[in-house]
């Protein structure tokens, strides 16, 4: 009996230093899917092997193992039954998209509020798998998604095998705990690449409500290529159109915008894009050549927008800046501020600073709320 609970507890020791070697930033990048797996399984055998290494009820060893297995248990059990039930009449169509992405619409309606994310489950390419996106909209419901390896890349192989084709699915969800944009007076929502997602559901949110609830939106959307502007082409033109909104779109690639803004090539997509939704191509010197880009570009909009601003922009934007335009253009210092942004953690990291930095000048209160992907 002794050898056993030896044996045991090296085998649980062995589990948890699997699990802490397999957190490595790298290695959750790269093989999330690997990663997650991995998590369940080792969870289980440290339940398991720690339970047989003190297997005594007089100690409080074993009483913890069964309490916190029962906890997990029975969230996998709730979850389940959430998928199962919204399995029912329930299908997605699949829809590719420029420069490695996709949008995914589902048939059966759910509730969810804006910014949340929710589990989808697609058995006809993961049996076993699910996998967390944020909902554009939840009538109907609507991911965009950035393609990588995995789940989205297979996801993206059957929209373009077969575009239009109807896949069964169902969702585990929605959840998050977002602020209630609506409170504030102001709203400066950032995003990078796909990050997008969360705060066009924000914005759109705010532009149908049945009252005007904010002053004013600044949307600002950083991407590295032009053709990313496609992923979310209606959901411009809804805010492009509203007179609230301050449109910011900074395409990173010189070459792309460059290419963008060339009498030779009419046909391309961003041109398309801007066309559509009255956007103004805005070349680097009128960005950035004033001490306040942020008013440089504002005098740059035209009638046509009203009194809104909708640009696309060379390079990236300095969000110290504009998260200073934004809080000097308030003229209250009673109005309330929130900042909420979501892309990559270069970007979420610069947004902090820039919050933390403009209230150390004094002004108007800034709420922060960030969401931060990795992979």
């Not at 009538?139 to 077969?162: I, S």
């Not at 896949?167 to 995003?191: I, T």
């Not at 009194?307 to 300095?318: A, H, K, V, W």
Request: with cysteine.
């Amino acid at each position: 009996m002794k050898e056993v609970n030896n044996y045991t507890g090296a085998i649980a020791c062995c589990a948890m230093l699997i699990i802490g070697i397999s957190t490595i930033t790298y290695f959750m990048r790269r093989y999330y899917e690997l990663f997650y797996m991995l998590h369940i399984i080792m969870f289980i055998l440290i339940m398991i092997t720690v339970g047989m290494h003190r297997p005594k009820f007089s100690t409080s060893t074993l009483i913890i193992v069964i309490f916190t297995a029962s906890l997990w248990a029975m969230d996998r059990i709730i979850r389940s039954a959430k998928i199962v039930w919204n399995f029912f009449g329930n299908s997605l169509t699949v829809t590719a998209l420029p420069n490695n992405a996709i949008r995914v619409k589902l048939s059966r309606r759910m509730h969810s509020t804006p910014g949340s994310h929710a589990l989808l489950w697609v058995p006809a390419i993961r049996w076993v798998e699910s996998h967390p996106f944020t909902l554009v909209s939840s009538n109907p419901p609507e991911f965009v998604v950035r393609v990588y390896d995995g789940f989205t890349r297979d996801l993206y192989k059957a929209a373009q095998e077969a575009p239009g084709r109807s896949l069964r699915c169902s969702v585990d969800g929605a959840y998050g705990q977002v602020p209630n944009f609506k409170v504030f007076d102001k709203v400066v929502l950032v995003a990078g690449g796909s990050g997008a997602s969360f705060t066009f559901a924000i914005a759109l949110d705010l532009i149908e409500a049945s009252k005007k609830v904010v002053k004013a939106i600044d949307f600002i959307w950083i991407v590295r290529h032009k053709e990313s502007l496609e992923w979310f082409a209606q959901e411009l033109k809804q805010l492009q159109s509203h007179p609230e909104v301050n449109v910011f779109i900074y395409v990173t690639r010189q070459a792309d915008l460059s290419d963008t803004s060339s009498p030779t090539s009419p046909g391309s997509l961003s041109e398309k894009v801007a066309a559509k939704d009255d956007i103004i191509l805005t070349e680097p010197s009128s960005v950035f050549s004033t001490n306040d880009p942020e008013k440089g570009v504002a005098q740059e909009s035209t009638d046509s927008i009203s009194s809104s601003t909708n640009q696309i922009l060379q390079g990236r934007p300095n969000i110290g800046n504009l998260i200073a335009a934004a809080a000097a253009g308030s003229g209250n210092l009673e109005d309330r501020i929130i900042v909420g942004a979501c892309g990559p953690s270069e970007l979420m990291s610069t947004t902090r600073k820039a919050v933390n930095d403009d209230l150390l000048k004094g002004g108007p209160s800034i709420t922060l709320y960030t969401e931060e992907f990795e992979w």
